[in-house]
C-alpha cells in the first residue's frame, strides 16, 4: 500500500484516508459474495398455473418465517390447487395458499417446513433516492432446482406514487413505491426481494408494468413497511377484501358543475381539447372572479388540466360548498383566480 | 509475485477515481466521517458522492408539462407525462429534447426547483442535436445555471447519473451508469449505461461532481429525427448532448434561428464508409462544395486541421458542424494540394440528373476506344446537335474520355441547361457541337438500333433458359430466364420479377418474358415468395442473395438492373429498390402503391435510378399512385407513368415497351 503512495503522492491529501478507503476496497468484493448468498438462501421459485404463450407458469417469492411462510405476488400462477415451492437448497412443496390482499396484489404461501432461512418483515430498511439496491428473484426462469436465484444490481431511480397500467387497465394499487434503475421487472420476477448492499429487506418486486403516462416499462418494487400489516394480516391467515372496485373516495359528495361556474367553453370536439373560455355569464361565479373569454384553464388547485375532460373529471372532485382555485394562461401568463360558491352567503345564514 | 503486483494494479484505478472524489470539498463534509466506520465504506462513499452530485444540479433540474396536441406521432403513442429540461440561462431559459414537444403542443408550463410555475414558449431549435430552447415567460427571479463538465475531463468509465424531474415534482428520479463513449453519433454525443428514456430525456447526465456532461436525448446514428434512437430506452446505450456544445450555440439560438446540420453537398466514391479513402464521386451542382470548386475526382485529407484518411473520418469532423459554418477544407487533386473555404449549408436540393441523349454501343471494340454511338433519343439534346448512330465521341472541351463510366461522372457533374462543347468524330473527321444539356426522358422511344455486333453463339449455351438458382440455407425458390442467345460477351441487364401472390409459375415467366429476353439482353430473375399467398418485408434479403448470385455468374450490365414487381410484389419492390440503391437502377412497378414509411432519398449521381409505373386507370389506386409519382418527381427522378390496357398483368405489348424502356437506362 505505502509503495502507491510514494508512487503517486498526488492521488491523496492525507496518506491515511487513501490506505482507509484502499483497504476497504478489497474488502468490498468479500462482502457482497457474501450478502448475495446468505440473501438467496431466502428467495423462493414458484410455480403454478400458466405456460400459454405470454404467460408464465413461474415467478418468484421469498421466506418470512422460519415455518415456511412465503410472501409472493398475487397472479394466475398461483390459480392453482397445485403450487410448488422450490427452495434454494433444492427441496419441492406443495403450498397452501393462506391469505390474499388484492388491492395490493400479494399473497401469503404456506409451505411444511421448519427451521428456514427467511427475511423479517416487521423489520426493513427505507431507501433513498439513489440507494443502490440489489435485487433477488428467478426472472426469466432462469433457476431450477437448488440453482440460486439470479441478483441483479441497481439505483433507486425514485420513490414516488405508482401510476401505471396492465394492457389498458389502471392497476389498483397506487401507493408509494421504489422506481428502480435496473430492469428488474421481468417475467417471473414478481415476488423477489429488493435489498440494499447490505441484503437488509426493502421492497417486494412488483409484476411487469407500464406507466400509465409516459408509457414505458417501469422497474419497481413495493416498499416493506407499506405493505407489511397486510402482510401479517395474511400470515394470520386472513384474505383481505377487494377495495379496488369500492367507489373513489376523492369525489366529492355534491360537486361542483361547470353550469355552476357560469363559464362556457369552446365545445369540446377533440380527444384533448384545450379548455379554452369562450364566454363568461353576466353575474355569474366566474365572472366576478374575473375569467374572461379566451382564458385558457390551466390548474385546478394545483392539477394541471390538459384538456376539457380533464377539467370536467376534476370539478368532480371539489364540494361545491368549497371555493374553487383556478389557474388560467392569458397571454402567456399564469394568473390564479379564486371562484367563491354562489350559495355561500345562504348557508352562512343560521340561528 | 504476480499477486503482490496485481492487487496494488487494480487498487490503483480505484484509488484514482476516488481521488477526484477527495478533490470536491462536500465529499470530505458529508462522506469521510462514515467511511471511517461502516464496513460497506467505498458503497456507502460512492452512494454519498452520487447524492451529492445529484443535489448539485437539482436546483436546475425542471419540470415541463404539456397541453394539448397529436395523440400518436408516427406510430409513437405520445406519452402525457411530465418531462424534464435544464436550466441554462440565469434570465429563464430553459433547454430539452426536442422529443418532449413532438406533440406539439399548444401550452407548455414549466414548474421550477422551488415549485413556482411560468409558462413557456419554444424560441428555437437545434435540429442536428435535436435540441429545444425554452423561454420562460416569467422566470421569477434568477434562475441556477448548472456547470458543464470541460470535454477534456470527460473520460470514458467515470460515473454518469441521469437525472430527470418527472416522477415527482419535488424531488428528482436518478439512474446511475458510466460513460460508454465520448464522440458517439458522429461526434455530437457521450454514450452512457445509465438508463436514459421519457422519464429522463431533456435532463442532464451528471458527472460525481456534480457538474453537467451534456442534456439527454434520444439519438439514431442513422437516423435525424426527434423520435429517432426513442426506442433504444433503458436499453444502456442512452446519449447527452454536451452542455460545453449547447453553451457555445446558446446565443444564436436565444435570437429565435433554428439551427441545421451543416452540409458539403458532396458525394463519396465507394460503398465502404469504413475503408475507402474520401474521395469525390460527386460535388454536385449548386451546392456549397460545387460553388468552393471541388470536383468529382479530388480526394479530402484535411478538414479544419484534422486529418481525414477514410470515409468516416470526413462524416465524423463534419457531422458537429452546423450550417452557415465556414470550414476549411484540404483536398487533392492529382499531385496538387488545394486549400477551399466552404460554408456549409442546411439543405442540398434534390439531385437532378442532366442528359444528353446518346446510347451507346454495349461493346467497345477495344478498352481504350472511343465510345460508339448506338442511338439518339428523339427530341433529345444530342438529335437536336445533329449527332447520329456511328459517330464516335471524344470529349468534352479539351478533355477527352474513352470509358463509358468517365461519360456517365462528366455527364452527371453537371445539371440541365449546362451547355458543353461535346467533340465527336464523323467517318475519321472531328467535330464540334454546343449542346446545351436537357432534363431525363420520361418517355418510351420507338424501336432502337442493335446495341452491339456480336453473333450469337451457334447453340444454345449450358446453363440457359429456365435455370434455378440455389442458395445455401435459403428454404425458397429462386427461378431465372436466360436467353437461349446468351454470351458472356454482351452485358445483359436484369429485370427482378417479384411477382403478384398466387402469381408464381414457372411457365408464366417464360411464355411472358422470353421473348424480349432474347431481343434485350436480359435475364429475368423471380424469387419466390416462402408463403405463396404473401411477402414478408424480411425476404428483400433473400431477393438480394439471389440478384447478388446472378451478378456473380453472368456478365450483367450494371446499368440495367432493376425490380420489377406486381401488386404486392411491386410493394417489396419499392423496399427492395430503396433499400439496395448500390445495384438498383430502374423500378418498373405494376398496380402499387409505396408502401408507407419507406424512407426514400432523392436521385443520386452515383445511384441513379428511373422509375416506371404502370396502373389501371379505373383502379382505386390511381389516385395514390398518381400522387406518388409527383413525390418521385419532387425527388427529381424521371418517372414513367403507363396506363394499362387491360386489368391484371401487363400485355405483350406492354411487355415489349417495358423492356425498350429498360434498354434505354444505359443513356447518357
Not at chain 1, 510514494?6 to 474488502?27: H, K, W, Y
Request: net charge negative.
Amino acid at each position: 500500500m505505502t509503495t502507491i503512495n510514494q508512487n503517486r503522492p498526488d492521488f491523496f491529501r492525507s496518506c491515511a484516508i487513501g490506505v482507509l478507503i484502499a483497504t476497504c476496497c478489497m474488502a468490498n468484493a468479500a462482502l457482497h459474495a457474501d450478502t448475495v448468498s446468505d440473501a438467496q438462501e431466502k428467495i423462493v421459485k414458484i410455480y403454478g398455473a400458466g405456460g400459454i404463450r405470454g404467460l408464465e407458469s413461474y415467478q418468484s417469492g421469498f421466506l418470512i418465517s422460519a415455518e415456511g411462510h412465503v410472501l409472493t405476488s398475487f397472479s394466475y400462477v398461483l390459480d392453482t390447487d397445485d403450487v410448488i415451492v422450490t427452495l434454494d437448497d433444492g427441496r419441492d412443496f406443495t403450498a397452501k395458499m393462506i391469505g390474499i390482499d388484492p388491492r395490493l396484489e400479494l399473497a401469503v404461501l404456506k409451505i411444511e417446513a421448519t427451521k428456514l432461512p427467511h427475511f423479517d418483515v416487521t423489520k426493513s430498511v427505507q431507501l433513498n433516492s439513489g440507494s443502490r439496491i440489489l435485487a433477488f428473484s428467478n426472472l426469466f426462469g432462469i433457476a431450477s432446482g437448488n440453482e440460486p436465484a439470479s441478483v441483479m444490481h441497481g439505483s433507486v431511480m425514485a420513490i414516488s406514487k405508482l401510476s401505471a397500467r396492465r394492457g389498458n387497465f389502471q392497476i389498483p394499487y397506487q401507493g408509494k413505491v421504489y422506481i428502480v434503475d435496473a430492469i428488474t421487472n421481468n417475467p417471473g420476477a414478481a415476488g423477489g426481494a429488493l435489498t440494499n448492499l447490505k441484503g437488509d429487506l426493502a421492497a417486494i418486486l412488483g409484476k411487469e408494468l407500464r406507466s400509465a403516462d409516459a408509457n414505458v416499462w417501469i422497474n419497481y418494487a413495493l416498499p416493506i413497511e407499506e405493505i407489511r400489516e397486510s402482510v401479517q394480516a395474511m400470515q394470520a391467515g386472513k384474505t383481505l377484501p377487494d377495495e379496488s372496485e369500492q367507489a373513489d373516495a376523492s369525489l366529492a359528495k355534491s360537486p361542483w358543475t361547470i353550469g355552476q361556474t357560469g363559464i362556457l367553453f369552446v365545445p369540446d370536439v377533440l380527444p384533448k381539447t384545450p379548455p379554452f373560455v369562450e364566454a363568461v355569464n353576466d353575474g355569474s361565479v366566474a365572472a366576478g372572479a374575473g375569467i374572461q373569454s379566451d382564458d385558457l384553464v390551466m390548474y385546478i388547485g394545483t392539477t394541471l388540466i390538459r384538456s376539457f375532460r380533464d377539467l370536467a373529471a376534476n370539478l368532480k372532485k371539489i364540494e361545491d360548498q368549497d371555493d374553487l382555485q383556478i389557474t388560467v394562461l392569458r397571454n402567456q401568463k399564469l394568473i390564479p383566480l379564486t371562484l367563491e360558491p354562489a350559495g355561500l352567503s345562504r348557508k352562512k345564514i343560521g340561528p | 509475485m504476480s499477486a503482490t503486483l496485481n492487487i496494488p494494479t487494480v487498487s490503483r484505478k480505484r484509488l484514482h477515481w476516488l481521488a477526484s472524489l477527495l478533490t470536491t470539498t462536500w465529499f470530505l463534509a458529508t462522506a469521510a466521517v462514515t467511511v471511517a466506520n461502516d464496513a460497506n465504506e467505498l458503497a456507502v462513499a460512492e452512494e454519498a458522492a452520487m447524492q451529492a452530485a445529484v443535489k448539485n444540479v437539482s436546483d436546475s433540474v425542471v419540470r415541463i408539462e404539456t397541453v394539448g396536441g397529436l395523440e400518436k406521432v408516427g406510430k409513437v403513442l405520445v406519452s402525457s407525462a411530465p418531462t424534464t429540461g435544464l436550466v441554462i440561462s440565469e434570465d429563464g431559459y430553459i433547454v430539452s429534447s426536442a422529443f418532449n414537444f413532438i406533440q406539439k403542443p399548444t401550452s407548455i408550463l414549466v414548474t421550477l426547483p422551488n415549485g413556482k410555475r411560468s409558462a413557456a414558449e419554444i424560441v428555437a431549435r437545434d435540429r442536428s442535436r435535436q435540441i429545444v430552447l425554452l423561454k420562460l415567460e416569467d422566470p421569477k427571479g434568477k434562475l441556477t445555471v448548472p456547470t458543464a463538465t470541460p470535454a477534456d475531463e470527460v473520460r470514458v468509465g467515470y460515473w454518469a447519473i441521469a437525472v430527470g424531474r418527472t416522477l415527482e415534482a419535488d424531488t428528482t428520479n436518478i439512474s446511475v451508469g458510466v460513460v460508454s463513449a465520448v464522440n458517439r453519433i458522429w461526434g455530437k454525443a457521450i454514450q452512457t449505461d445509465s438508463k436514459v428514456s421519457p422519464l429522463n430525456y431533456g435532463g442532464p447526465l451528471v458527472d460525481i461532481q456534480g457538474r453537467v456532461l451534456g442534456v439527454l436525448v434520444p439519438m439514431s446514428p442513422q437516423e435525424n429525427t426527434e423520435v429517432a434512437g426513442a426506442e433504444w430506452y433503458d436499453s444502456g446505450i442512452g446519449f447527452a448532448v454536451p452542455l460545453e456544445d449547447i453553451f457555445a450555440v446558446l446565443d444564436k439560438l436565444k435570437t429565435g434561428d433554428d439551427l441545421y446540420r451543416g452540409l458539403l453537398g458532396v458525394t463519396i466514391k465507394g460503398k465502404n464508409a469504413m475503408a475507402d479513402p474520401a474521395i469525390l464521386a460527386h460535388a454536385m451542382p449548386g451546392t456549397p462544395a460545387a460553388k468552393a470548386g471541388l470536383k468529382s475526382g479530388d480526394k479530402i485529407v484535411e478538414l479544419n486541421g484534422i486529418q481525414i484518411g477514410r470515409h468516416d473520418d470526413l462524416k465524423q469532423a463534419i457531422g458537429r458542424k452546423y450550417a452557415g459554418e465556414v470550414v476549411k477544407l484540404v483536398a487533392m487533386r492529382g499531385e496538387e494540394k488545394l486549400d477551399f473555404e466552404i460554408t456549409l449549408t442546411d439543405r442540398v436540393d434534390p439531385y437532378e440528373l442532366p442528359m444528353l441523349g446518346i446510347l451507346p454501343m454495349r461493346v467497345q471494340a477495344e478498352e481504350d476506344s472511343n465510345l460508339v454511338v448506338r442511338g439518339v433519343l428523339p427530341k433529345s439534346p444530342a438529335e437536336e446537335a445533329g449527332l447520329q448512330p456511328g459517330d464516335e465521341l471524344i470529349g468534352i472541351g479539351e478533355e477527352k474520355f474513352s470509358k463509358l463510366e468517365d461519360w456517365f461522372t462528366q455527364i452527371a457533374d453537371r445539371k440541365p441547361d449546362d451547355e458543353i462543347q461535346l467533340r465527336y468524330a464523323r467517318e475519321g473527321k472531328e467535330k464540334t457541337a454546343t449542346v446545351k444539356l436537357a432534363k431525363q426522358p420520361e418517355g418510351i422511344p420507338d424501336k432502337l438500333p442493335a446495341a452491339h455486333d456480336v453473333e450469337p453463339p451457334a447453340d444454345a449455351a449450358k446453363g440457359t433458359g429456365l435455370v434455378e438458382i440455389k442458395l445455401p440455407e435459403e428454404a425458397s425458390e429462386c427461378f431465372a430466364y436466360v436467353p437461349e442467345d446468351y454470351t458472356a460477351d454482351v452485358p445483359h441487364g436484369v429485370v427482378v420479377l417479384l411477382t403478384a401472390p398466387g402469381e408464381y409459375k414457372k411457365s408464366l415467366l417464360t411464355e411472358r418474358w422470353k421473348d424480349a429476353c432474347e431481343e434485350y439482353d436480359l435475364i429475368v430473375l423471380a424469387p419466390q415468395p416462402a408463403d405463396d399467398k404473401r411477402w414478408n418485408p424480411t425476404e428483400v434479403d433473400f431477393v438480394r442473395k439471389t440478384l447478388d448470385d446472378v451478378t456473380r455468374n453472368f456478365n450483367v450490365d450494371e446499368h440495367r438492373v432493376i425490380v420489377h414487381g406486381h401488386q404486392a410484389g411491386g410493394s417489396l419492390g419499392y423496399r427492395f429498390a430503396f433499400g439496395n440503391r448500390d445495384v438498383v437502377r430502374g423500378i418498373a412497378n405494376v398496380d402499387v402503391t409505396v408502401p408507407l414509411r419507406l424512407q426514400a432519398r432523392g436521385n443520386d449521381p452515383q445511384e441513379r435510378m428511373s422509375i416506371y409505373i404502370a396502373f389501371n386507370k379505373d383502379s382505386k389506386l390511381a389516385k395514390r399512385i398518381n400522387a406518388n409519382a409527383e413525390t418521385f418527381r419532387e425527388f427529381k427522378f424521371p418517372v414513367t407513368m403507363v396506363e394499362q390496357s387491360s386489368e391484371g398483368y401487363l400485355t405483350a405489348d406492354e411487355i415489349t415497351d417495358l423492356a425498350r424502356w429498360i434498354d434505354t437506362l444505359d443513356r447518357l
